[in-house]
C-alpha cells in the first residue's frame, strides 16, 4: 500500500524546459530506407501491419497475380513495394484496394513512384475502434504511426499555419492501438479511452512517469474519484499481494496479466498490476497499468492477478503532452504539475495536451 507521504503530501512541480529536438530527425530518419529501383509495375502499400508475412501481402494482391514482393519495415513504419507485371494491373489494384480495410487498418495503395514520402498513417489512420469515434471526431493513430504533431492530409485544402520547428514522435505504448490491446486484455472494457477527451479546463496532474527530453508523460488526473479509487485499489493489492501465488514459468508470456513489485522511489515498492509485454529467457517486461511506466524484473518475481475483480477499476494514470516546452528527466515524477487542458492531438485523441501555470 502507498505511503501517506505519497497519497497525500505532493508538492507543485518546479522544472526546466531543455533545448529542443531539432526538426531535422524526421527527415534523417525517412533517410535510412532502403535504397532499391522503383518500377512503373510496381505498386506502393502502406499502412501494413509490423508483423505482416510477404506471403500474407501475396494473398492480399492474389487477384492480380503479384511478380515480386519488396516489403519494408523501416523503424515503425512498414510498407511493401509489389510487382505486378503492368501498368494495367497497377491501376486496378490502386482502384480495388486504396483505402480498404486490412487487418483493421486502412491501407493506402498507389502506383510505387507517387509513394508519399510521410507514411500513410500521418493522412489516413484506421478506424480500429467505433468507441474511439463516438469520443472524437478524430480518432487514434495506427500502431505503426509515428505522426508528427501537426500532419495535414493530402489532398486536403492548405491553410496557413505557424512554422514548426519540432517534432516529436508518440511514443509506442502511448498509442492508441497499444492502449486498444492492452485495455482489452486487461480490464476487458475500452470505455476509458472514450472518456479522456471529455476532460478540460484547469486542473492538477500528479506525473508519474516521463518520457525523457520529449513533452510526453503519464500523470495522474487529479479528482475526488481517483483518490477513492487510489484508496481501493492499492488496499485491495496489498491484502492480496501474500496471498497470490507467483505465476509459473510455462504461464509468463505476452499478455498475461499479474501482479509486481513497483519502486516509487523514495516513497518506497508498491504492488501494483502489470501486463506482460514481451519475455526475453528468465526476464520479462511488464507495464505498470496504473503508472504508465515499463519495468524489466525477474519472471519468478511475477505473481498471478488473473481475477476480474482485481481490474474492474480502470487505470489510474493516462498519457499527457506539454503544449509548450519538454521535461527533462525525472525531475518531475511523483509532484503535481498545475495547468489547463488545451485540446488534444489530432491524431491521439486520447492524449491531452497540457498548459502548465507559470
Known amino acids: 500500500m502507498l505511503s501517506p507521504a505519497f497519497d497525500r503530501s505532493w508538492s507543485s512541480s518546479d522544472f526546466r524546459p531543455s533545448a529542443q529536438v531539432s526538426g531535422e530527425n524526421g527527415a534523417l530518419e525517412e ?105 472524437s471526431a478524430q480518432g487514434f493513430a495506427g500502431t505503426t504511426a509515428c505522426p508528427q504533431l501537426t500532419p495535414k492530409a493530402s489532398g486536403e485544402p492548405c491553410e496557413t499555419e505557424k512554422p514548426k520547428t519540432s517534432f516529436f514522435a508518440v511514443p509506442m505504448e502511448m498509442r492508441g492501438s497499444f492502449l486498444v490491446l492492452l485495455l482489452r486484455e486487461c480490464f476487458r472494457d475500452l470505455g476509458w479511452l472514450a472518456t479522456i477527451p471529455s476532460i ?43 496471498r497470490q501465488p507467483y505465476l509459473q514459468d510455462s504461464a509468463v508470456r505476452r499478455g498475461t496479466r499479474g501482479l509486481a513489485e513497483y519502486h516509487l522511489g523514495d516513497y518506497g515498492p508498491a504492488w501494483n498490476r502489470c501486463w506482460v509485454l514481451d519475455r526475453v529467457d528468465s526476464w520479462v517486461v511488464v507495464m505498470f497499468v496504473d503508472f504508465g511506466r515499463s519495468a524489466t524484473i525477474p519472471v519468478q518475481s511475477l505473481r498471478t492477478l488473473d481475477s476480474d475483480d482485481f481490474w474492474t477499476i480502470p487505470p489510474l494514470t493516462q498519457p499527457f503532452m506539454l503544449e509548450k516546452g519538454i521535461l527533462s528527466s525525472n525531475q518531475v515524477i511523483h509532484r503535481i504539475l498545475k495547468g489547463k487542458i488545451t485540446g488534444a492531438l489530432n491524431l491521439e485523441s486520447h492524449i491531452l495536451k497540457f498548459e502548465e501555470f507559470k
Not at 506502393?44 to 503479384?66: A, Q, T
Open 200 to 242: 478540460g479546463g484547469e486542473v492538477g496532474l500528479l506525473v508519474t512517469s516521463t518520457v525523457p527530453q520529449t513533452p510526453f508523460f503519464w500523470a495522474m488526473h487529479i479528482t475526488e474519484t481517483l483518490y477513492q479509487n487510489m484508496q481501493a485499489l492499492f488496499s485491495a493489492l496489498a491484502e492480496a499481494e501474500e
Open 31 to 135: 533517410k535510412k530506407s532502403p535504397k532499391f529501383k522503383k518500377r512503373e509495375t510496381e505498386v506502393y502499400i502502406g499502412n501494413l501491419p509490423l508483423d505482416i508475412s510477404e506471403e500474407e501481402i501475396r494473398c492480399l494482391l492474389k487477384d492480380f497475380s503479384p511478380l515480386h514482393v519488396h516489403r519494408v519495415q523501416n523503424g515503425c513504419r512498414c510498407f511493401a513495394f509489389v510487382d505486378l507485371g503492368s501498368m494495367q494491373k497497377v491501376a486496378l489494384a490502386i482502384q480495388a484496394l486504396n483505402g480498404k480495410l486490412f487487418h483493421k487498418r486502412k491501407l493506402y495503395v498507389n502506383s510505387s513512384n507517387r509513394s508519399p514520402k510521410r507514411t500513410p498513417e500521418e493522412t489516413e489512420r484506421p478506424r480500429e475502434l467505433l468507441i474511439s469515434e463516438k469520443a
